[in-house]
């Protein structure tokens, strides 16, 4: 049996901000709409080493027919390992989808958890697709970027075997696996 490429270590919760504001009108119906974001951190001394920061605010530019009563801004980080062997291509991909999948679990219900004790109810956050959301992101970050020349050095030019990338995009392009990953035989 083939071992997966990307491993859990540990995670923990960075930031846990649940504010509740009062209803407008009593009986108001509750509408929170969410805004995702991550921050990926590599360890400098091992390549297969990673940390990935995954938040879920609320959105109070989203159009609601009802005013949002929750503020909401949840951090949750992971230290992810990678076998041996696994393109980085593969991992820079399998951090956002895979770690942020992982992630969000953990946080959709520690906050279901916390959110019973609130009077309106428990608040479910919605069930994702990681891989739109990342997209998603990368598309929001890459359109905020500035458009001038970006300097690459030798070590982060991308190799004949990597998938070529956009050199205007301020962002990485994230691709899927190319599932040449080599199985870790433990």
Do not use: C
């Amino acid at each position: 049996m083939n071992q997966p490429a990307i491993h859990l270590e540990e995670y923990y919760l960075e930031k846990v901000l649940i504010e509740r504001r009062e209803p407008e009108v009593p009986g108001d119906q509750i509408i929170v709409a969410f805004d995702f974001d991550y921050r990926v951190q590599r360890n400098a001394n091992d390549p297969n080493l990673f940390l990935l920061t995954f938040i879920v605010r609320d959105d109070p530019k989203a159009k609601a027919p009802f005013p949002q009563i929750y503020k909401l801004d949840l951090r949750i980080q992971g230290i992810f390992r990678f076998n041996e062997g696994v393109e980085d291509a593969d991992m820079q991909y399998l951090i956002r989808v895979n770690g942020g999948t992982i992630l969000y679990g953990i946080l959709r219900g520690m906050l279901t958890t916390i959110m019973g004790a609130f009077p309106e109810g428990r608040i479910n956050l919605p069930t994702v697709m990681m891989e739109d959301v990342v997209r998603r992101i990368e598309e929001r970050r890459a359109s905020k970027a500035p458009t001038r020349k970006s300097t690459v050095s030798e070590k982060e030019k991308p190799s004949e075997k990597s998938p070529k990338r956009n050199p205007k995009k301020a962002s990485k392009t994230i691709e899927k696996p190319s599932g040449k990953t080599k199985p870790n035989k433990d």
